[in-house]
């Protein structure tokens, strides 16, 4: 059974352009949560999605970012016209409901020049 | 809102010792869940452990069991025969068992040496 799923590994961007981030749950699990690591920190929840619908993003900036979780695909975390404050590794997330243990995938490190 | 602390930002241990890292938590509610997670320098996040509060008995997985301490929130991880491949980041985190409340809340972590 594959894990979490997630590309690209590393991700270089301009300040100002888009970055695209992708996660792929485990096989059976229909919810999905994304996390932010910034240097020498703990992951910082930043939103729960469950197919086609955002749960909760509370943790997401109010502008640039957006997620998304299709009923087909993976999930997709955007953050439009990107700044260097947005260098940090991006983490996924899966579970089959919102009670049982998230399992992670390896991460997305984002490097904003 | 929940907190976790972890005091103890960096420890070392030789090969085949034991240790043990801390983590202490701040809560109002009586029931939730408590993990140590494992970040090696490949960064992927490995679940090593974990307890639901309304059990008493501390949880174990092979050389890796938990102290908890409830009325102290305390969640104390310890490693027994400590592993070169044991060396990582260790971060403990906390969810609510309510089920609207699904977020982790992650300490700073522990980075953790094994010395052959």
């Known amino acids: 059974n594959a894990g979490v799923m997630q590309n690209p590994r590393h991700l270089v961007r301009r300040r100002g352009q888009e970055a695209r981030l992708r996660c792929s749950p485990m096989k059976g699990h229909s919810h999905v949560y994304w996390y932010r690591q910034l240097p020498e920190e703990g992951l910082k929840f930043m939103v729960y999605l469950q197919k086609e619908n955002i749960i909760d993003e509370s943790g997401m900036p109010k502008e640039r970012f957006s997620a998304e979780f299709p009923k087909e695909g993976p999930s997709i975390l955007r953050i439009q016209q990107v700044v260097r404050g947005d260098s940090a590794a991006y983490f996924c997330a899966s579970s089959p409901d919102s009670l049982k243990t998230q399992y992670f995938g390896p991460g997305t490190r984002l490097t904003v020049l | ?116």
């Open chain 2, 1 to 116: 809102a929940q907190t976790v602390t972890q005091s103890q930002p960096e420890m070392s241990v030789q090969e085949a010792e034991t240790v043990t890292l801390s983590c202490t938590y701040d809560t109002s509610e009586s029931d939730y869940y408590l993990f140590w997670y494992k970040q090696p320098p490949s960064r992927q996040m490995i679940l090593v452990i974990r307890q639901e509060a309304y059990k008493q008995q501390n949880a174990t997985e092979n050389r890796f069991s938990v102290n908890f301490q409830k009325a102290a929130k305390s969640f104390s991880l310890k490693i027994s025969d400590s592993q070169l491949g044991d060396a990582a980041m260790y971060f403990c985190a906390y969810r609510s068992a309510q089920g609207s409340n699904y977020k982790l809340t992650f300490g700073k972590g522990t980075l953790l040496t094994v010395n052959p």
